[in-house]
């Protein structure tokens, strides 16, 4: 029977168009203390694709995004992004990678010290030294438009709710034109209505930038409405990955569990 | 005030006081000023630190630079001395660096005395001479020797004083003399009483005496005892200096009477007139002519007693002049006596003397009376100045 | 290892492990200051919030110093006949120890606990690693800003405790037995050499070294939400506070032999 590995590798070259995964996650391991958290779990995210990563709450899936992008690193494994290993890249050494990839953290991790355009404005001054302050600011402003927060631009990060948040947050994210989108859990602790408004959001991102986007999420509905493929994580492993009908018609204990 | 205003506000302010600081000490350390630098060697340096002040006269004109310790033993210690440039003209190259200390247990500190005017100027770098610091060890030592001898003198001290309190307790307790003395009070009284006795005692004298020259006075007049009286020839010897003058006076005579104390007198040692007629001529003379004053010289010769013998010539004088005044009118207090004593000459002692009257022009300066000559004590000289009074009025 | 090295003791190896990490901790700090892009901007802030901030509390708490050394003093040198000695002994005191230390532990008290809430705060909600995220280096922005800060800023701000120190010391010497502030001053500082007052002042860059530095790593390793943000406000002062009185013991003894 092939492992998940290689239908997610098959699926993988079916979508993209004409080179190797963006993000390749093969083999990861990963402990904390005692607990072990990933166990030799491998996928891949191509150009334009959305992947949605499932399992039960608390089972490592943000730290496979963690991993991902750099903030920890695994025991064993191994990440390539483009073709390049990242895994025992120093800081500095990530620098370039990172500008290249988006993280819209759970609670989306604004910045309390600075109003909702300064949070938005923060990697573009950093990394966009070339651009003029009226650039950047209207940069800044088309960002928050995009997200829906065009007219909040001086408030700050505690005066707006959670949603509002989030969308400050994926615009800041979205900020240097990343090839790679990481979202961790985007509808967490959003009611119905906000989540959908979130989900239509990050569709129509997506249709218009055509990242590599790997999203966590235990929300099975969402999941199902902006995720190409889905991959389900069970006791650190990928059980399955593949689209939402391939889940569906899977005759895997754990997959039927979850999607009852 | 924005952020970076404010900010740049903190460190203006906070680092002008760090300024201000640095300042305030380095230019008590001379830092700032233009300084030249001098040396001195001690043996010695009594605790002197880098950094301690440099008085000039007294005033704080620089720091200590440094403190060297010689190279080898036997060599001297250098100290070398940062000096403010104004110091130039006064440390000369024959000033002297001691090290004094400020008080009696503060600080050291250098002292640099004044050089002499005309002394060359002392060149950077130069050494001055320099004296031994008091080390308060060695004071101290002195000290300590001082209070040992003193130490003595406190013990000896010590045993006087307790000696003298046991004198003191006996004199208290009336032991001794003059224990007696300041504790009797018996003796007190009985002194009081003899002082008190003795008053009146000279109170009786006095009172004695008065009527003891009374006495003398008129026994003189009783028939038993005047012969004697007349024989000496005067009865008063209280007038035998009355009218006597100190010396002959400058200057020759008018006239001259002379006379042998032979023709005049009964005996060679009696004032007894006789023969007063051969006076007259003088008398005559005396109250015939104008005259300055005259006197009446009287000498013995050898023979006899020094005194006996002056006394003689003055109770002849005397005696010669009572003749005279009495028996011509002149002014008396013109006429004079002269008792010369023993004389030499040649025929004095043949003829038991010689006596003249010798009378001065007018205008002759008169010598000043001499005080008595010592006579032998005798009652009479006790009762002359009572019959002074009494013999201008009595005649015989 | 170091449970051998301390014999199984857990508080031990605990201390060794915390001395360790912040080994590392100070290493990649250093690594961060001498590396462009240099975090001007950040360093102005910190600067601003660690010192024009804290001048009040510490120019009080050294004139408050000052006055009672004043009174203090004065008591004792009238009983040993040193009165002279009065300015003298005030400024020595407060310049070369009185000063520094209370600055010292005034600023691990504001600052430690401003700095350790503060990074603890990010922590726990992600900031700190949205700020990584964004391949901006969290070290050289947060820590080596705060850290430098605290190093330029505290001996600015002992001369700050100094002057009100001596200042109100004057006040208090003035009111028992009038003197001129000329003459406190000139009295005061007679005897006095650079090499008395500029080493104590200056040794207060290694306490804000100390405070910073134990500041940043209590809150940029704090885990565990709002517990975990006041304990490491917490133990950044204690331990901030600790190490700056060690460090003066030492400091003292090395500027006694250095400079005298």
Same mark, same amino acid.
């Given at each position: ?95 370039? +990678? ?163 | ?132 610091? +008091? ?243 005798? +009652? ?17 | ?113 401003? +700095? ?145």
């Amino acid at each position: 029977m092939a492992t998940a590995y290689d239908i997610a590798m098959e699926q993988a070259e079916i979508k993209q168009d004409g080179g190797a995964p963006v993000v390749a996650v093969e083999n990861l391991q990963k402990a904390f203390e005692t607990q072990k958290v990933l166990n030799g779990m491998s996928l891949s995210v191509s150009r334009g694709e959305t992947l949605a990563v499932l399992g039960r709450s608390g089972t490592g899936k943000s730290v496979l995004l963690r991993l991902i992008i750099g903030l920890d690193q695994p025991d064993s494994g191994s990440i390539r992004i483009n073709g390049q290993e990242i895994v025992g890249l120093a800081l500095d050494g990530m620098g370039e +990678i990172r500008k290249k990839m988006g993280f819209l953290f759970q609670q989306a991790a604004l910045y309390d010290s600075l109003t909702i355009a300064q949070n938005v404005a923060f990697p573009l001054e950093r990394h966009r030294g070339e651009m003029s302050r009226s650039e950047r600011g209207d940069r800044v402003e088309q960002l928050l438009a995009e997200v829906g927060m065009e007219g909040d631009l001086d408030k700050m990060p505690s005066d707006i709710s959670g949603g509002m948040k989030k969308r400050v947050g994926l615009a800041r994210a979205l900020a240097l034109e990343p090839e790679i989108l990481l979202l961790d859990e985007p509808t967490a602790g959003l009611d119905p209505i906000s989540s959908g408004e979130i989900d239509d959001l990050i569709l129509k991102l997506q249709r218009e930038r055509q990242m590599a986007s790997i999203v966590v999420t235990h929300d099975l509905h969402s999941a199902r409405t902006i995720a190409n493929r889905l991959a389900l994580l069970d006791q650190g492993n990928v059980v399955i990955a593949g689209s939402f009908e391939d889940l569906e018609r899977s005759e895997i204990k754990f997959v039927k569990e979850f999607l009852k | 005030m924005t952020r970076v205003a404010r900010l740049g506000a903190f460190i203006f302010v906070t680092l002008a006081v760090l300024a201000a600081g640095v300042f305030i000490v380095g230019s008590k350390q001379y830092l700032f000023s233009s300084t030249y630098q001098v040396k001195a060697q001690f043996d010695n340096v009594a605790g002197l630190a880098a950094g301690a002040n440099v008085q000039v006269g007294g005033v704080i004109s620089g720091t200590v630079h440094s403190i060297a310790l010689p190279d080898k033993p036997g060599d001297k210690i250098t100290v070398l001395v940062d000096l403010d440039k104004s110091t130039h003209a006064i440390v000369k190259e024959d000033s002297v660096a001691t090290i004094e200390t400020e008080g009696l247990l503060g600080n050291q500190y250098l002292a640099i005395s004044f050089g002499t005017n005309g002394q060359p100027d002392v060149k950077n770098g130069e050494t001055i001479q320099s004296q031994p610091p +008091i080390v308060m060890g060695d004071l101290i030592k002195k000290a300590s020797v001082i209070l040992d001898s003193s130490q003595q003198t406190m013990q000896n001290a010590n045993l006087a004083s307790e000696h003298i309190a046991s004198v003191t307790a006996k004199i208290d307790s009336g032991q001794g003399t003059v224990g007696a003395l300041v504790n009797d009070k018996q003796l007190y009284n009985n002194v009081q009483q003899t002082t008190t006795t003795l008053q009146a005692t000279m109170v009786q004298a006095q009172a004695g005496v008065t009527d003891f020259q009374e006495n003398m006075e008129a026994l003189k007049h009783n028939f038993i005892l005047s012969g004697y009286f007349k024989k000496r020839g005067y009865e008063d010897s209280g007038d035998l200096t009355a009218n006597r003058i100190g010396g002959l006076p400058q200057g020759a005579p008018l006239k001259a009477f002379t006379f042998t104390a032979k023709q005049l007198f009964d005996t060679r040692d009696s004032a007894k007139l006789k023969n007063e007629k051969s006076l007259d001529a003088g008398g005559a003379y005396l109250a015939g002519n104008k005259f300055g004053f005259a006197v009446v010289v009287v000498s013995t010769g050898m023979e006899g007693d020094d005194q006996k013998d002056l006394v003689l010539t003055q109770a002849r004088a005397m005696v010669v002049r009572e003749y005279l005044v009495n028996n011509f009118g002149f002014d008396d207090s013109q006429l004079k006596t002269l008792g010369m004593g023993k004389q030499t000459g040649a025929n004095l002692d043949a003829d038991w003397g010689s006596i003249q009257i010798l009378i001065f022009p007018a205008g002759t300066a008169m010598p000043p009376d001499q005080p008595a000559p010592p006579k032998n004590s005798s +009652i009479t000289d006790a009762a002359q100045p009572a019959q002074v009074t009494t013999a201008g009025t009595q005649k015989p | 290892m170091a449970s051998v090295f301390c014999f199984g003791s857990g508080v031990c190896t605990g201390f060794l492990e915390w001395f360790g990490n912040l080994g590392i901790f100070f290493w990649q700090v250093l690594k961060a200051v001498v590396t462009p892009p240099y975090e001007w901007r950040e360093l102005i802030r910190q600067m601003d919030e660690v010192g024009s901030k804290s001048l009040p509390l510490v120019a009080l708490a050294g004139a408050a110093v000052g006055v009672v050394l004043s009174m203090e003093t004065r008591e004792s040198m009238t009983r040993f006949g040193a009165k002279s000695l009065l300015p003298s002994a005030i400024v020595f005191a407060v310049i070369q120890e009185m000063g520094p230390i209370i600055t010292g532990l005034v600023v691990s008290g504001r600052v430690g606990a401003g +700095i350790g809430a503060e990074l603890a705060s990010m922590k726990v909600t992600e900031q700190i690693d949205a700020i990584e995220a964004s391949a901006i280096n969290p070290y050289r922005l947060l820590a080596a800003t705060r850290i430098l800060a605290c190093i330029l800023m505290l001996p600015l701000l002992t001369v700050a405790a100094d002057a009100g120190g001596l200042l109100m010391g004057w006040v208090a010497q003035t009111l028992a037995e009038p003197i001129s502030l000329h003459h406190f001053i000139n009295t005061g500082f007679s005897g006095a050499t650079l090499r008395d007052f500029l080493p104590p002042t200056f040794k207060t860059a290694v306490f804000g070294l100390i405070i910073g530095l134990v500041a940043c790593f209590q809150g940029m390793r704090t885990r565990g939400g709002a517990e975990g943000v006041g304990r490491a406000a917490t133990n950044s002062v204690v331990l901030a506070s600790l190490f700056v009185i060690l460090a003066d013991v030492v400091l003292v003894k090395l500027i006694l032999v250095v400079f005298h």
